[in-house]
């Protein structure tokens, strides 16, 4: 099954877009809390490349004053997307929708003038993440060179530079460093009165290169009382589309999620990936004049949970085993900002017998990932990374724990190339290795 996206160009230009949100736009004080969150303002110091600053871009061209060009696209295009200026936003700006809406324009734009990492970055948008068959062909493809042991030799022999070396180090620390559990009771539990009836987004990346987590989420919640229904036919969850601009095709690839998932009739959607979780709550937005799926999709939305906060809010039940680990969570951005959840993951962390928990400086700040903008944007990603890095060797932790598959290559990739030993994982797998114990 594959979806349209041959016919699909989102209706509108930037200022037509920007326009129907003034009101959001108008809501920014320009008060400046903003500017110390932004990790691409502390690292360039330009006002700029600041949410205040791109907001002010955005209003510009809305009223006329500049043109979309190659200055606005720049600073556009240099917006990571972590939405760590929402968090300290006084006036609930929501940034991250009005940022959606400017890369419709910055895509657009670069297709235009052929760039050719702009049309490579549609061509495996458009014409792989929607045909769920050829996806996983190719993420098949790359597990297998990953356990192969091919792509380990191949990073050891340092033939590969930059963006490259980069690539493959990501592929290397999607690998989950916890043994593998080969026998585990079935996640079918039968129903039974007070049984909660859930469904999980499986997810493209997530199955293709985290299928060890995945299984490791339906065992947890098969151990917490929980019926795991079929959610057959899903596709991708169109959050990387929102990100580069696709608005069209994340809409459509939201309207097939949701008539699958609704039709489980699961009490709640779980995801297991922070990324997916943001989109998936906000296809309500995103849907939101859509006269035939507006008000499926704020129901849809309103089942959204991400596993951590599922888990918190029914109750976790108490491993009988232990994990003997020194962690440290690190927070994904579209979890603590997007998400609004700070909490529950740390309070899962607790819930497993044996960790040591130790604090992590700047958890809450962006690790440089976000989707691929660590190849986009490698020297920028890079030095936020490094901070990142620095952090994490300060900490003393033997793991980190973050709950975003992004996230974990990200970190995995730094730890890995920096020759450090420590092993990143998601915290729902130190919960189930405690429950295999």
Known sequence: MSIPTQEIEAPGTLASLLTANTDKLLTCVHCGLCLPACPTYRKLGDENDSPRGRIYLMRGVVEGKIQPEDAFMSHIDLCLGCRACESVCPSG???????EAARLEVSEKKSARGNWSELVLKLVLNRVFTRPAFLRVVLALARGFRDSGLAKAVLTTNLLAGRLR??????????SPLPKVRSHPSVRSPMAFGTKRVVLLRGCVMEGL?????RATERVLARNDCEVLDGDGQVCCGALHAHAGQLEVARELARKNIE??????ADRVIVNAAGCGAAMKEYAHLLADDPLFADRAREFSHKVRDISEFLIETGVRQPAGSVRRRVAYDAPCHLIHAQRIGQAPLDLLRAVPGLTIVPLRGFEGCCGGAGVYNLQHPELSGDILDDKIASITESGADTIVTANPGCIMQLGAGLLLNGLRVDVVHPIELLDAAYQE
Request: proline content about 4%.
């Open 210 to 214: 985290f299928r060890e987590t995945n």
């Open 260 to 265: 699958i998932f609704l039709a489980t009739g």
């Open 93 to 99: 700006v929501p940034y991250g929708q009005l940022l």
């Open 166 to 175: 980069f690539a493959l180090a990501l592929l290397l620390a999607s690998r």
